[in-house]
């Protein structure tokens, strides 16, 4: 987006079938613009103008041409607005100033159909006004991610402390382990010095010796092999045992969770398009609302091009004569342009007004179909998590049946191999009992036994091992508990700021208007009205089928009697006049707030009848300093109090 600057030149702006113009070019000085003129002098179509070459969509084909644009050369730039009519539909392209014009269109373009001022002349809540500009959308994106991650960070301390409670039974089964194994060590160191005992007293041959050793070194192994395979055997038989319940659980588990109702998300889907069909039927209502609204605007000033036919036909009427002046006569009635007889221009107004109503009226609907489609996102969200859920459920389930899969593969594999090493064993006994009748029975049962210490004592070290190794891994893993709780605190800080952020930013926002409308108001120096503020209230609204509490912006006025005391009094009942001034001033305080001419280079001021001269002049000159081109409608006494520095634009 083209960003406003504060170099000070000349702007040149060219309008063609816009609005009430035909064809004019007009260039703006750096500062104040005042458009000086009475009604019917198309100073609404040209401000109009400006608005639809900064990016707003507010403005009108001339009804009578085919095609139209607007030309803005502006810092050696040139933008573009163009319009097209056909087929009945007029469509627009080019390339405007304002990437998204919402900021300008509410608190810059300050025309009597301007969003803001209507909205205090309807008594709506202030809130989605003031906090439009703000982006709210950012911050909650945020807060979803950082309770996603807080969510996972949860699941892995669970995990860890888990592992923690396993620490002291495998802390005993380890220390179990190394008393028992002392136990063999001793009591192996003791089998040996009995068979050197039995050795020294026994006269046996070599050959027959080395023979039974080697037996009894084999069957060792072999006991030792099948001691490993009934180990594992049992470890895998646990391991199954533990995925068992595991699959238990998470049946359970899945069981628990909620069916979705079959289709509930695209019938979700549905219900949004079907709401955003609608929002898009309210925007076509409100663009044609517009589109009659300027029509009559620019009949009731005499600049329509139908009109303009229409009074100038041969048939009695003066050539010469003025077509404004053929329209309106004196200050109390026009020519109707729908039947061409005389009515009171006051009723051709109210008509008028009624149509801004509708206007504004159908904006409030739109509005109230956005928050409808939020609350079926936020339903369709809640939806997909618990789809989501309900998958990761299926998914370990899904693993841990592969699991028990292959530990039963295992364990049939195991019982295979044990059956096969016990065969072993007995031929390995078989023939040592051969050896026996050879050797003595006392030594051969000395080796045997201590042989069977040597099996108990290596199969109790490597139990040892394994249950150190699970403990070292244990340990390892709970030193990224610390981190990880660090990292938690870290979140829950982070999502109560947040959480709390967007609540400081309204009274922030609040706290901001209520100072910015005091200062308009002493720039204005009313003497009925002392002070208009905001307030931030929080209230039970019902939103889609559930009540939320939602804060409401209300605008309060406070007026000061003769005796100079004090007293609140309700909008309802502020006159018409006081009501225009109210909205002007909320939507004034916005343009400050916001720091609206950081983003738009014009501030466009209509429809100031109901304050008079000299405050008009206190207001150009207290706005002044912020925008790079201020171009006010005012009619020509009005006009005539600004500075005479200003610049003065009589024709268009």
């Known amino acids: 987006m083209a960003q406003a600057t504060r170099e000070r030149q000349s702007v040149q702006l060219t309008v063609r079938n816009i609005g009430g113009i035909s064809d004019t070019s007009v260039e703006f000085e750096p500062g104040v613009n005042v458009l000086s003129g009475r009604n019917a002098t198309n100073r609404t179509s040209l401000l109009r103008s400006i608005m639809t070459v900064l990016g707003s969509d507010d403005a009108s084909l001339k009804s009578d041409a085919e095609e139209g644009f607007v030309e803005l050369q502006f810092d050696d730039e040139t933008y573009t607005r163009r319009f097209t009519r056909e087929n009945g539909t007029v469509t627009s392209d080019g390339e405007p100033y304002l990437d998204d014009p919402e900021l300008g269109d509410l608190y810059a373009f300050l025309l009597a159909t301007n969003e803001s001022r209507q909205a205090v002349l309807t008594d709506q809540n202030l809130r989605d006004l003031i906090m439009r500009p703000v982006d709210t959308a950012a911050i909650k994106s945020e807060i979803d991610t950082l309770e996603q991650e807080k969510s996972r960070i949860d699941d892995e301390l669970d995990e860890l402390s888990q592992l923690e409670q396993r620490l002291p039974a495998l802390e005993d089964d380890r220390a179990d382990l190394s008393t028992r194994i002392e136990e063999k060590e001793a009591a192996l160191e003791a089998k040996r010095e009995e068979i050197e005992t039995a050795d020294a007293s026994v006269d046996e041959s070599r050959e027959e010796e080395r023979e039974l050793d080697e037996r009894m070194s084999e069957l060792g192994d072999v006991r030792s092999e099948i001691d490993s395979v009934r180990q594992e055997l049992r470890a895998q038989r646990e391991s199954l045992e533990t995925l068992r319940a595991e699959r238990e659980e998470l049946e359970r588990d899945a069981e628990e969770l909620p069916?979705?109702?079959?289709?509930?998300?695209?019938?979700?889907?549905?219900?949004?398009?079907?709401?955003?069909?609608?929002?898009?039927?309210?925007?076509?209502?409100?663009?044609?609302?517009?589109?009659?609204?300027?029509?009559?605007?620019?009949?009731?000033?005499?600049?329509s091009s139908d009109i303009l036919d229409a009074l100038t036909e041969d048939g009695g009427h003066d050539h010469e004569r003025d077509v404004t002046e053929q329209l309106v006569d004196d200050s109390e009635t026009v020519v109707c342009w729908t039947c061409g007889h005389g009515v009171e221009q006051e009723a051709i107004e109210e008509t008028l007004e009624e149509l801004r109503e509708l206007r504004t009226s159908k904006l409030s609907e739109s509005r109230d179909l956005d928050e409808q489609i939020d609350d079926l996102k936020e339903e369709r969200i809640t939806y997909e998590e618990k789809e989501r859920q309900r998958n990761q459920v299926q998914d370990r389930l899904e693993r841990t049946a592969s699991q028990i899969e292959e530990r039963e593969g295992r364990i049939d594999d195991l019982e295979d191999r044990r059956d096969s090493l016990e065969a072993e064993i007995d031929d390995i006994e078989a023939e040592i009992d051969e050896l026996q009748t050879q050797q003595d029975e006392t030594i051969l049962s000395l080796h045997k036994e201590a042989n069977q210490l040597e099996v108990d004592l290596n199969r109790l070290e490597t139990e040892r091992e394994e249950v150190s190794r699970e403990i070292e891994d244990i340990e390892t893993t709970l030193e990224e508990r610390a981190e990880l709780e660090q990292r938690r605190e870290e979140l829950t800080e982070e999502l109560e700021d947040l959480r709390t952020r967007i609540d400081q930013i309204e009274a922030e926002a609040v706290e901001s208007f209520n100072d910015q409308m005091e200062a308009v108001l002493d720039a204005l120096a009313y003497d009925n009205i002392a002070r208009i503020w905001i307030e931030r209230t929080v209230q039970e609204v019902k939103k889609g089928r559930r009540k939320v509490s939602e804060n409401q912006f209300t605008l309060h006025i406070v007026r000061?009697?003769?005796?100079?005391?004090?007293?609140?009094?309700?909008?309802?009942?502020?006159?018409?006049?006081?009501?225009?001034?109210?909205?002007?001033?909320?939507?004034?305080a916005g343009y400050l707030v916001h720091d609206v001419h950081e983003e738009v280079p014009f501030m466009l001021l209509d429809s100031l009848e109901a304050i008079d001269s000299d405050r008009i002049a206190r207001l150009v000159e207290h706005f002044e300093p912020y925008p790079q081109y201020l171009v006010a409608a005012l009619l020509p006494e009005d006009a005539a109090a600004t500075s005479d520095s200003y610049n003065l634009l009589t024709e268009i």
Do not use: C, W
């Open 259 to 303: 069916d979705a109702p079959a289709g509930e998300i695209e019938e979700i889907n549905r219900k949004i398009d079907d709401l955003r069909d609608r929002k898009q039927s309210i925007q076509s209502e409100m663009n044609t609302l517009q589109r009659i609204i300027q029509f009559n605007e620019d009949n009731l000033e005499g600049t």
């Open 560 to 588: 000061e009697s003769e005796s100079g005391a004090a007293y609140e009094d309700e909008l309802r009942h502020l006159s018409e006049s006081e009501r225009e001034v109210t909205g002007l001033v909320f939507a004034l």
